[in-house]
DNA sequence: TAAGATTGAGTTCTCAATCTTT
DNA sequence: AAAGATTGAGAACTCAATCTTA
């Protein structure tokens, strides 16, 4: 367990909590970082080791879209287009997608999944869901709709932050 | 604005909301992803673009534990082992903290804040309060305390998944 | 000119391995 | 052996710059 170069679980996060500052603990940046290295986390232990949270988004995006361009793909998964440039790269080496020049424009390239990457998919899906039921283990529906309708809440309002 | 390798706001994050697969945009992993991007692309234009949250992170923990050594500050800033040589290597080079090998025991680093490095955490530390006011705007004091109690449940909770 | 994809540089982050000290 | 710090490798992420195509 543990692939080099896979983000894993860090022992640094089990003592975190315990001896931090006062004003980190309270403060929102701090508390969102955290809980972002412990989704990863559970990621890594519980859905895959080698495919990434960021690469399974991609193949959800291409199996919803088959044939969309790699930039509106970017976006839908909220990834630069530098980023998924690089996740797009190792996902086509190992084989889980193909990106094809878009003929009528030769700027694009176009996605679609592999044999390998629907199979891949397919198999993901169901431990990512199975996390995602973890994740919210011990809320009843109206805390989960909640807690979701909050994250975006956060979400929107913070990125209109960061550009103004 | 934007100083190179420093990690700023992503254009894709403005339309990722819009084009998401419904599965993505209801799991907690994807909305914490998304919100950890807002709130560093928030950092960036609000607070500072050359210090990082992790490297204040770091500045508030050494200014309340002067002369601790570099492994027990790492945890209570929540920062992998090697992740913390990496940070303050570079936070050293800015001329931030002074690293002294402790004399009772060669193996360990004890860290303090240089006058410098006193002055950037007083100078960032106004702002980084006033990025916390922003990012909980609109927000009474109950909800607020609310907000922060669910992050450190979730991350909590989380981190034993993540650890079993 | 402008748009899409890529590369380059730099930060964060993790794990495994190494090196020094206890 | 064990603990603290570091290095090496690799993934994600951002921006600026470049290259190709429209």
Redo the contacts between chains.
Sequence with gaps: VGIKGVRG?????????S???P????????????????????????VDGTLT??QF?VL??VD?HPGADQG?L????????ST?ADVCRRMEERGLIFRTPDVADARRKLLDLTAEGRQVLTEVNSR?RA??E?????LDPDDRAR??A???T??????Q????
Tied chains: 1, 2.
């Design positions: 679980a860090s022992r640094a996060l089990l003592e975190a909590a001896n931090a500052p004003e980190l603990l309270a403060a929102p940046g701090f508390l969102v970082r955290r809980l972002y290295q412990a989704y990863v986390a559970a990621w890594v232990r519980l949270g960021p988004a959800v995006a919803a509106s970017a976006a839908a998964v909220a990834l630069d287009r998924m990512a996390l995602d973890e994740l919210l283990a011990g807690l979701v909050d994250l975006q956060l979400s929107e309002r913070w990125v932050l960061g550009f103004e």
